[in-house]
């Protein structure tokens, strides 16, 4: 079956967001990530700023905390109002075809689906520090610990939303590394896997 929806999951640092980018741009696909805050935030009536909090990072770096955390200050509701809008958007989006969707769970989302291509882009730390350094610049923070407490919400966030753990292989139908492989080669090889889908 023609895959018409490719979800792109990706560790921190690891080029994800930029090959899904290349990915629409090879295949004229429409391309979404921080996009989807804003189609978020009007399904759900919530302002945008409500909407980032909750979006694709937890607020702690345990599935624990980050559950007690929303319980104790109330905001469990706006929480779940998110996600159900996420989830509404996604498949609405999914529904339209020819998109590159990134993070948000979308790979779980829209697991029943047979039209989709879910990738998971990920890379040695050492390739990943290095990247943020060069696109964000030095922070008081290490790299290696801003690559750890980034992947550590991610993996809390996605485990909030679907029960089953961050990057494992078998949730994705392709698991890329981009340190080794490149971007641009990455993009490819998405892309030529869409063209011979048909």
Sequence with gaps: ???????????????????????AEKLG????????????????????????QYEEYASHKSSFLYALALSNS?????????QIAQTRV???LADEGNCV?????????????????????????AYRAKRIVELYGETSKKPMDRL?????????????ITMRDWGMSQNYH???NS??????????????IVRKSE
């Design 74 to 82: 109330g905001s469990n509701s706006f929480a779940s109002q998110v």
């Design 174 to 176: 392709l698991s890329l």
């Design 90 to 92: 996604i498949r609405a």
């Design 29 to 52: 696909y429409r391309f979404y990530d921080q996009e989807l805050i804003l189609e978020v935030a009007r399904e759900s009536g919530l302002s945008r700023e409500i909407v980032e």
């Design 101 to 125: 969707i990134v993070g948000r769970g979308a790979d779980y989302i829209l697991e029943d689906r047979e039209d989709c291509l879910h990738v998971f882009i990920h890379a040695d730390p």
């Design 148 to 160: 750890n407490d980034k992947d550590q919400r991610r993996k809390v966030f996605y485990k909030s």
């Design 179 to 192: 340190g080794v492989i490149g971007p641009e080669t990455c993009a490819e090889i998405i892309a030529e």
């Design 1 to 23: 079956m023609k895959k018409t929806v490719i979800t792109i999951s990706r560790e921190f640092g690891s080029g994800g967001r930029s090959i899904g980018r290349m990915v």
